[in-house]
């Protein structure tokens, strides 16, 4: 199916663990965007890839790692999770930084 | 520094009622302007954008923003509210000068209540 899928989309993990979350699109879009929604602080920026293999730091990328070898996808790794990055994680892309985003479904994510 | 403004954490308005949501920008240069909607345990959607042209916008589900320069607004309307359209919207603004920031700045979001 076209579009933008990511997975999974709930994970409960415990503090120290590694998890990665991953983000997948069907349009070749050239930007891919991580974000994180909390309540109170909106949309944040984490990481963002202008194409494969470069990627850049958002708002709050301490804690994060991404990579991006493949156009069309782009995983986000918490290398050691801590429980203040328990949040919303939402994937997006677009074809210009110019452009609308197109979001996908988000994964709900629980660090105890 | 660049910064959006939604005013109001959450808006009611009664079915069949025009609806306002508003946003407020800073930028340093002519602001590329986005209103997206995030429905319940979804992602965001695309409603729609000001680049350039025709200050009123029109976008999806009878959506429209009207871009005024010299009160630096992008408020979002729809003239008759449906319940359908209860969810949490959100403006964003880009500078198309930032160089190489090509981050969009977001609002906080604003939740609208649509009542029956």
């Known amino acids: 199916d076209a579009g933008i899928t990511q997975s999974p989309r709930y994970k409960i993990t415990e503090t120290g663990r590694q998890v990665t979350l991953m983000c997948h699109q069907t349009?070749?879009?050239?930007?891919m965007f991580w974000y994180r929604q909390d309540l109170g602080h909106g949309l944040r920026l984490i990481y963002y890839s202008a194409a494969a293999d470069i990627t850049d730091k958002g708002e709050v990328p301490d804690g994060y790692v991404v990579s991006r070898s493949k156009t069309e996808n782009f995983p986000l790794t918490l290398e050691s999770a801590t429980r203040s990055q328990t949040s919303v994680y939402f994937c997006a892309s677009s074809e210009s930084t110019l452009d609308e985003q197109f979001f996908g479904p988000g994964t709900r994510l629980t660090v105890l | 520094a660049q910064s959006v403004a939604q005013p109001e954490d959450q808006v009611n308005v009664a079915e069949g009622n025009p609806l306002t949501v508003k946003c407020t920008y800073s930028v340093s240069g002519n602001p590329y302007l986005f209103w997206y909607v995030q429905y319940p345990n979804r992602g965001l959607q695309f409603l729609l954008k000001?680049?350039?042209?025709d200050n009123l916008v029109k976008g999806s589900y009878g959506f429209e923003a009207e871009f005024i320069k010299s009160q630096t607004s992008f408020h979002l309307k729809k003239p008759s509210a449906l319940v359908s359209d209860s969810a949490l919207y959100f403006c964003?603004?880009?500078?198309?000068?930032?160089?190489?920031?090509?981050?969009?700045?977001w609002g906080l979001g604003t939740s609208l209540a649509v009542n029956p």
């Open positions: 349009w070749s879009h050239s930007y």
């Open positions: 000001y680049i350039t042209g």
């Open positions: 964003a603004v880009r500078d198309p000068w930032a160089g190489n920031n090509r981050k969009l700045i």
